[in-house]
């Protein structure tokens, strides 16, 4: 996929959806791919706690 194309999503998802595909992208430019085996709404989660332990070491 090239940056910028759309993707059509084929069904419903909220943040309680497991097993997702997700891009986070950085205001530097670069991007983290990463997938879900929990739900969604959790694996954020785990990445705001990580961030944060990061800051305080």
């Known amino acids: 996929r090239s940056k910028g194309q759309q993707i059509k ?3 419903f998802f909220t943040c309680q ?7 986070l992208k950085c205001p530097c430019g670069l991007g983290y791919v ?3 085996i929990c ?10 706690t990580s961030i944060r332990i990061f ?3």
């Not at 739900?39 to 705001?48: N, T």
């Open 55 to 57: 800051h305080m070491e």
């Open 34 to 36: 990463g997938k879900t």
């Open 9 to 11: 999503l084929k069904g």
């Open 39 to 48: 739900d969604f709404k959790e694996r954020v989660s785990q990445h705001k």
């Open 17 to 23: 959806t497991d097993f997702v595909v997700y891009l």
